[in-house]
């Protein structure tokens, strides 16, 4: 978790929330009044966000008292107490739609994506996530991958050079912008992975002949195509699989021997885990 980053979402997400006060609050509750809540999971899953709770809670007032009952990756039922906050009545009222946002979204990401990696047991292929995040919240929904099991792909446009097909198109075909991407990095003196996409057989054996590359996308490969393009391939490179993978057929990709897949659902359209804050 980079504190910084975490710190600086909690600032622009209280500002959206707060503006110029609570005024529920201030007008319904006495300034010094304390108590107790406790986080209550309504849904069976994968618990993730805990620990930035505990930070989003520390932020807006150090004096809360936390207790964490539950812990991030571990399987939560209906029922379940993930943690018991006590201290500022205002305080925990400001905190609490924050975290629960946070925290139901992280926690639906996590168990899907908990599901997805242990259907793929017993083969060595690995889960990736994609760019396909909500702006503003990528660090966290990428945590949460990595609390469900998954791998983080890279992170944003600035840690990895992935060549994809606007990209050779603009370039002028795969062999330029592969060139290019080298000459790229060395006048630059950066040391970055350079993955690059490839749509059918025929670019693949452009890609092949030209090297000077880490790591190969088939996108939009069918199992018996992708099995072709494994072998073709042969181990010189590491591979990832993309496009139109779900959960039903993404056994079928794994057992074609390819060393990631990467699914843009796991971010882009999974269903929150149901939770609540609750006075007691």
């Known amino acids: 978790m ?30 010094d009044t304390t108590g107790k809540a406790k986080l ?5 899953g994968i618990i993730a966000g805990v620990e930035l709770s505990l930070h989003i809670f520390n932020y807006i007032d150090s004096h809360l008292q936390v207790e964490e009952l539950i812990h991030d990756g571990e399987s939560v039922k209906y029922g379940d107490i993930a943690l018991i906050v006590s201290g500022s009545v205002h305080s925990i009222l400001l905190a609490e739609r924050l975290i629960l946002n946070c925290m139901q979204r992280m926690s639906g ?24 995040t909500t ?30 097909d606007n990209h050779v198109d603009y370039a002028g075909g795969i062999s330029n912008a592969i060139k ?26 452009t890609v092949l002949e030209t090297g000077n590359v ?15 393009a494994i072998k073709l391939i042969n181990g010189r490179y590491i591979t990832e ?17 390819v060393d990631f897949i990467s699914m843009g659902a796991l971010t882009h359209s999974v269903k ?9």
């Open 272 to 280: 929150s885990l149901d939770m609540s804050l609750k006075a007691f």
């Open 180 to 205: 290019a991407a080298n000459l790229y990095l060395q006048e630059n003196n950066r040391k970055l992975q350079i993955e690059i996409e490839v749509r059918n057989l025929s670019e693949l054996q």
């Open 2 to 31: 980079d504190k910084q980053i975490i710190d600086l979402f909690i600032k622009n997400a209280l500002a959206e929330d707060l503006g110029d006060g609570d005024h529920t609050s201030l007008s319904t509750i006495p300034a």
């Open 40 to 44: 209550i999971i309504k849904e069976k």
């Open 109 to 132: 990401i996590a168990t899907k994506t908990n599901q997805i990696v242990k259907s793929l047991a017993g083969y060595s292929t690995k889960l990736l996530d994609t760019r396909k």
């Open 214 to 228: 880490n790591r190969i996308m088939l996108d939009n490969f069918e199992p018996s195509l992708l099995k072709d």
């Open 241 to 257: 699989a993309s496009g139109g993978i779900t959960e039903a057929n993404i056994v079928d990709y794994a057992a074609c021997g």
């Open 135 to 164: 702006p503003g919240l990528r660090l966290l929904e990428k945590w949460a991958v990595r609390i469900g099991g998954g791998v983080n792909h890279r992170i944003g446009l600035y840690d990895m050079i992935l060549i994809k």
